[in-house]
């Protein structure tokens, strides 16, 4: 299955369990991987047979503008809703990774990363 992946879109969240990480805010990386026959798009060259990833970019700096979450994990959850919502008609597969920097943690570590994809049937 071809795909578009769209890495290190970067967003600045109040997200967090602490109440520290929902005053200050924080950085986050968002990737998200979409599965999709490409063929068509590139046959035609027609953005209308493909998805326009700068429509996927805008959609999640709006929702990450307007939404906080305790957990990483909700908002993944919720970007993967928006490609379902938006895109389900073109796309078979959607997985969303988030990075996390600033985690009020002991130890020493780049950052956290969750992954969560879905199947859209």
Known sequence: MDKICIKNMKFYTYNGVLEEEKKLGQPIEVDVELRLPLSK??????????????EVNEMFAEHIA???YDLIEGLAYALLDIIEVHFRHITNEAIVRIRKYSVPMAGIYDCIEIEMGREFY
């Not at 798009?41 to 700068?54: C, E, L, R, W």
């Open 66 to 68: 307007n939404h906080s």
């Open 41 to 54: 798009a590139g046959q035609t060259d027609n953005v209308h047979h493909t998805i326009n990833y700068a």
